[in-house]
């Protein structure tokens, strides 16, 4: 066998490897301004929004057998008459809001 065949081929496997693993395998996350929206959209369903926040830093969420990446949020809105604090929890992956309660 020729050597530099060898060679070529072991590179070329090598780089397959990594387009393979980088991007088809590693799961994609989603844009937070993404998410602030969806979670905006959800809010305005139930009532007017005066404001929002979402911080673009994915911080490391494990909560039981969850372990994932999450981004933080928050939403100002006008319930029952008064002005109203909200924060949420979305997972960067899926955009899922895994928990909102009273700031």
């Known amino acids: 066998m020729n050597w530099k065949v060898f060679i070529t ?3 070329g496997g090598a780089a397959a490897g990594h387009f393979i693993n980088h991007y088809l395998l590693e799961p994609k996350t989603i844009s937070g301004d993404v998410i602030l929206e969806n979670v905006k959209e959800a809010f ?3 009532g007017p929004i005066e ?4 911080q ?3 911080q490391h ?3 039981f057998a969850m372990d994932t990446f999450v981004y933080h949020g928050g939403i100002t ?3 029952d008459g008064e002005r109203k604090q909200f924060e949420f929890i979305a997972d960067a992956t899926t955009g899922t ?3 909102v309660y009273l700031a």
């Open 9 to 11: 081929g072991v590179v």
């Open 61 to 63: 969420y494990k909560k």
């Open 97 to 99: 809001v895994i928990d």
């Open 56 to 58: 673009l830093k994915k």
């Open 44 to 46: 305005k369903q139930e």
């Open 77 to 79: 809105a006008i319930r």
């Open 51 to 54: 404001g929002s926040w979402i």
